[in-house]
């Protein structure tokens, strides 16, 4: 390909930049290190593998490219072996395979969905991550429910403390019912007196969980929607504004013969919880690095999250409350490459492990530190210090919407808002899992990067633009006829049918 040239243009446009000597044709231009993109592979069938209008095993295959692309990147800069004399292959099969691989696990011969269906699986822990939070009632207070207005649907989520959620509702939560549809329709009793706004402001005013289940059109028209847009999806800035600190190369394994992955030791340490989070670490760990994960006994977690998004890691259970413990923390993050938190953007600053204090710590031991957000809405704009799970940002950029859409539930005609129509839940963590994989992405460009310019980095992956990318139209849907066949073809009728779909753990256990 035609190469690349530029000259410095102080003149033209200022200080710091530089202008093409020779201009190339826009595709070309985009497409510059093609010896790079041309050693990647894809291979797979040519159908999907999961029964959704949703592309997200081809989103998904397409970010693992990249983070192997990236991490081929790693390796010349560590041992001199060139990009393009590297290769990455992807199977598109197994991409999809991968986005619902946390519920497919085993221990000692059992599946780890049947033992949370049976209620068994905590008794293989040596406690119960749960704590008792999706029993009863509040195993549908995470769900999807009508507003009073017909046309919209509102996405509510306990955030593991459905007795704070609901009592704030005035729903009362002493009751019993035999099965989970009657606890459902207790609460849909209760969420249908509200409007959509009335929801709305008394989530933010209470600092709770929910969405109201909007179409991709009507999200996109929100002063919040369009103020994640202007951000990339893969998104990681170097902190100029800190105190500079020296590259730093890729770190050469101590035993070269027992691991040559390109991570190998780059220390992480993360606070998350649930699967976005966990699966930045993850996703890090199996290209080398050294991951510890902080958790708390205190707060609840999924049993049956904890084996497949532990794989590869070490863990400690700290309460950042004690003086003991906290000071085991900062031990640990003063060794810290990379800091992983899916925390509320700002929760963690009374703690001392905000961005800035972050940086602070940096340039006081000369070296960088990769910080890295997992959260629901973003960088910036009126929501980005809420909460949100995955369900809110499949309520909020449309997900959700479009899976009602595609189950071909009725809905009040005419549309008179954007957010009008039935909604359901994708059938597995979709955003879940591709933000934690933007996450991991992000933060080993940050890594590549540091090793020639040094300095610390930003790193913000956000549920709702893992929701976005899907939507987008140079990326689009699969047709109606598309999703049948694939339904037919795997036997999941169920996966288009069932009305449990509004609800998020018997969608995911089944």
Same mark, same amino acid.
């Given at each position: ?16 930049t ?26 797979? $069938?040519?159908?999907?593998m ?38 990455v292959?992807?199977?598109?099969d ?11 696990? %085993? ?29 009863? *009632? ?7 429910? %009508?507003?009073?207005?017909? +046309? /919209?649907? !509102? ?26 549809r ?5 609460? %849909?009793?209760? /969420?249908i ?9 008394? !989530?933010v005013?209470?600092?709770?969980? &929910? ?12 002063a ?11 998104n ?24 040559r ?19 930045? $670490? ?12 902080? !958790? ?8 049956? *999250? ?7 890691? +070490? ?17 640990? *993050? ?7 938190? &899916? ?15 972050? *940086? ?13 957000d ?6 910036d &704009? ?15 950029? &449309? ?7 595609? %189950? ?16 359901v ?5 979709v ?18 990067d +540091? ?25 689009g849907l699969?047709?109606?006829a ?8 795997? $036997?999941?009728?169920?996966w288009?049918?069932?009305?449990s ?10």
């Open positions: 390909m035609a190469s690349h040239h530029t000259l410095p243009g102080t003149d033209i446009y200022g200080p710091g530089f202008i093409d000597k020779e201009v190339l044709p826009v595709p070309v231009d985009a497409r510059r290190d093609r010896a790079a993109w041309d050693t990647v592979r894809f291979t797979g $069938g040519s159908e999907p999961i029964p959704i209008p949703i592309k997200a095993p081809v989103v998904a295959a397409a970010l693992h490219a990249m983070c192997g692309l990236v991490a081929n990147e790693l390796l010349e800069l560590r041992d001199g072996t060139a990009v393009h004399e590297s290769t292959a992807l199977n598109t197994h991409a999809g395979l991968w986005l619902g691989s946390t519920f497919t696990t %085993q221990i000692n011969g059992e599946d780890v969905s049947t033992l949370a269906r049976s209620n068994a699986l905590a008794s293989r822990f040596d406690r119960d991550f749960e704590q008792g939070s999706g029993k009863g *009632l509040a195993g549908r207070a995470t769900a999807i429910y %009508q507003t009073k207005d017909p +046309r /919209v649907w !509102n996405q509510l989520h306990s955030s593991l403390d459905a007795t704070r959620t609901l009592q704030s509702m005035g729903i009362p939560t002493d009751v019993k019912f035999d099965t989970m009657e606890y459902y329709d207790y609460i %849909q009793s209760y /969420v007196q509200w409007s959509p706004d009335e929801l709305k402001m008394h !989530n005013r209470h600092g709770l969980c &929910g969405s109201i289940c909007y179409s991709p059109e009507g999200w996109r028209r929100t919040m929607g369009q103020r994640l847009a202007a951000h990339p999806l893969v990681y800035t170097c902190a100029s504004y800190a105190a500079p600190t020296p590259p730093v190369p890729v770190p050469l394994p101590k035993r070269p013969s027992v691991d992955r390109p991570l190998a030791g780059v220390k992480v340490l993360e606070m998350v919880r649930i699967i976005a989070g966990p699966t930045i $670490g993850v996703t890090l760990a199996s290209y080398g690095a050294d991951v510890i994960r902080v !958790n708390c006994s205190k707060l609840a977690d999924l049993n049956v *999250l904890q084996l497949t998004l532990n794989a590869g890691k +070490r863990t400690i259970d700290l309460d950042i409350a004690k003086v003991e413990d906290k000071a085991r923390l900062l031990d640990l *993050l003063a060794e810290a490459d990379i800091f992983v938190q &899916g925390f509320r953007p700002g929760s963690l600053a009374r703690q001392g492990l905000d961005l800035h204090r972050m *940086l602070e710590h940096a340039a006081m031991r000369n070296k960088d530190i990769i910080y890295v997992e959260n629901c809405y973003g960088p &704009g009126a929501f980005a210090e809420r909460p949100g799970w995955q369900q809110i940002g499949d309520a909020a950029f &449309g997900t959700s919407y479009v899976m009602g859409r595609a %189950q071909a539930h009725e809905t009040v005609q005419p549309f008179e808002t954007a957010s009008a129509g039935y909604s839940l994708p059938p597995l963590p955003s879940d899992m591709t933000t934690g994989l933007v996450g991991a992405l992000a933060a080993m460009m940050a890594v590549r +540091r090793t020639t310019q040094g300095g610390s980095y930003h790193v913000v992956s956000s549920l709702v633009a893992a929701d976005a990318v899907a939507l987008e139209p140079e990326i699969h047709p109606p598309v999703v049948a066949r694939t339904a037919q073809r795997f $036997g999941a009728a169920t288009t049918s069932n009305a779909q509004r609800m998020i753990a018997p969608l995911l256990f089944k």
